[in-house]
Nanobody, 126 residues
């Protein structure tokens, strides 16, 4: 079993920055893809960024050039650096993990991810 714990959310003004962290523990050997998802009120959960085997990254179009995903091995932690935040980035952000190939990881489909954290709220004021 894999445990994911997010932190780092908060309230910022538009144009500001936040860094989300996700500590990964448990039986993580097979989890070679980590992702950040977000869900705003009344909207579906969407994949924001993924990282495959700790180095291959993919991003959703709305966050390209503003968000950066990275992963440290020890302790196993996944980060989402968010810059130039916009009000439309306001959402609950979730960390997720899956074991699969690069193509599956890159598609950022929530149904493929088997492990989820509880989420951390990000609010961006205009």
């Amino acid at each position: 079993q894999v445990q994911l714990e997010e932190s780092g959310g908060g309230s910022v003004q538009a144009g500001g920055s936040l860094r989300l962290s996700c500590v990964v523990s448990g039986n993580t050997v097979s989890r070679n893809c980590m992702g950040w998802f977000r869900q705003a009120p009344g909207k579906e959960r969407e994949g924001v960024a993924v990282i495959y085997v700790g180095r291959v990254t993919r991003y959703a179009d709305p966050v390209k050039g503003r968000f950066s995903i990275s992963q440290d091995a020890s302790p196993n932690t996944v980060f989402l650096q968010m810059s130039n935040l916009k009000p439309e980035d306001t959402a609950m952000y979730y960390c997720a993990a899956l074991g699969g190939n690069q193509e599956t990881c890159s598609r950022r489909r929530q149904g493929a991810f088997t492990d989820w954290g509880q989420g951390t709220q990000v609010t961006v004021a205009s």
